[in-house]
């Protein structure tokens, strides 16, 4: 199935879901109530139900409490390799599979991992993306320009009814630059939905061509520079609102369109910060980011390590939200690859076109402005066909600046964070 196809599939249960989408963004206008009952009432639903139905999490021997705060104390951390050790004891065991649909986590955090979801958890990430829009003072059937999204090869442009009837336009690794800068020109899109090294090679890619102007620029899934935010906002003339996420909670923190602070997406999710052990850290001390996903009970995220660091503020944010404020201390950095004419080009693209080849784990390794490296572990069934042709996709991709060439590497030949997490991307060149 192409890509349209699965759009068009996913379109029709996507829009089975609009009613109850529109429904909980409705609900999300009520704030009578304090969140923190919201967050209670929620996560009481979600231990109740899980503690019960998952395997793995009712293997602990936690028995619901009165207060569901104290009883996800006493549940441990769990961490990526755990789910991937005891993949099936994640998933309830009253799964309906027509209620689900699945994410492939990016390379970003390891070895990619089948996530599922359940349509509880899109109803109310897009329930609350809907408010988002409307408090930037977007129209809920926003136009959304996705760029350089890899799945797509040329332009595609679909509505997702289920967020509100907003139409995407996308495109994927671009041969003719000047036909889809002309495409993304005459879309005129409201909001601007990349990775901020995208948004700078859309800049580039359009400024012989025209002059495109969303009302905003919204970024995530790496970490956002002064110098990128600055430079992004002065060629868009448009403010840049940041969001942290992860595929295994979606969005879990959006910046204050106000302070600019990275206010919890606390209806949704329930982030602690933790020591090595687990344990939680007061407001204002650094720890690991921990999530607790309070609408999935089909494969739940109970205190799940994201591997970022950050801590909680202890001051509330002068906009007034009750939503807790984030404050990240390493995001996501994908870094940059450098090429031979001083330019630099954003590592992710080339990342998302080798993964679309049967290999498991990879790295990109810069040890020079002359070549690229990409440590490789192979899937069961390639060849070293489909290495050659990945390698080829991925010189043509850098239009051939830099030569890319792919080994087959041993686990211990990756390099990790000091944290231990997986790195798309390592240079070994100075600065
Ligand atoms: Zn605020």
């Known amino acids: 199935m192409g890509r349209r196809e699965a759009l068009a599939a996913d379109g029709v249960r996507q829009g089975r ?37 998952v395997p793995a999490l009712r293997a602990r021997g936690v028995t619901p409490g009165d207060d569901p705060f104290a009883t996800l104390a006493r549940l441990p951390t769990m961490t990526k390799q755990q789910i991937r050790d005891d993949y099936r004891g994640h998933f ?49 059937d926003r136009k959304v320009l996705r760029p350089f999204k890899s799945e797509a090869d040329g332009w595609l442009e679909y509505t997702v009814p289920s967020a509100g009837f907003l139409r995407y336009g996308e495109f994927g690794f671009v041969t003719d630059e000047a036909a889809i800068a002309r495409r993304c020109l005459e879309f005129g899109p409201d909001v601007v939905f990349t990775h901020p090294s995208r948004a700078l090679a859309l800049r580039d890619m359009l400024a012989p061509h025209g002059v495109l102007r969303p009302r905003v620029v919204q970024t995530f899934g790496e ?27 979606s969005t879990v923190a959006a910046q204050c369109p106000e302070h600019g602070r990275y206010h919890i997406e606390g209806e949704r999710v329930w982030v602690e910060i933790v020591d090595d052990d687990g344990n939680p850290l007061p407001d204002g001390v650094e720890g690991d980011i921990v999530v607790t996903n309070l609408f999935n009970t089909v494969m739940p995220f109970v205190r799940y390590r994201t591997g970022d660091v950050g801590a909680l503020s202890a001051e509330r944010c002068p906009c007034g939200r009750e939503q807790k404020v984030l404050r990240l201390i390493t995001g ?38 002359e070549s690229l490296t990409v440590l490789v572990r192979p899937a069961a069934g390639c060849t070293d066909d489909d290495l050659r042709r990945a390698a080829d996709a991925a010189t043509a991709a850098l239009h051939g600046r830099l030569p890319v060439r792919l080994r087959r590497a041993r686990p211990d030949e990756f390099t990790e964070s000091r944290a231990g997490k997986h790195l798309n991307f390592v240079s070994l060149m100075e600065n």
Not at 114 to 132: C, G, M, P, Q, Y
């Open 17 to 53: 879901l609009f009613a109850r989408t529109y429904q909980a963004f409705l609900a999300y206008g009520d704030r009578s109530r304090p969140l923190l009952d919201r967050q209670h009432e929620r996560l009481s639903a979600l231990l109740t139900r899980v503690l019960r139905t």
């Open 92 to 140: 309830a065991e009253d799964i309906d599979p027509r209620d689900c649909a699945s994410v492939v986590t990016s390379g970003t955090t390891g070895v990619p991992l089948k996530i599922v979801h359940n349509s509880e958890h899109f109803v109310h990430v897009n329930a609350l993306a809907l408010r988002r829009a409307l408090e930037w003072g977007l129209p809920l």
């Open 223 to 249: 970490q956002l520079t002064d110098a990128a935010r600055q430079a992004i906002s002065e060629h868009f003339q448009a403010p840049v609102r940041d969001c942290y996420g992860v595929n295994e909670a």
């Open 332 to 369: 996501r950095q994908h870094g940059a690859i450098a090429l031979p004419d001083g330019s630099r080009t954003d590592v992710l693209r080339l990342v998302k076109l080798i993964e679309r080849f049967p290999v498991e784990r990879l790295q990109v390794v810069q040890d020079s402005r």
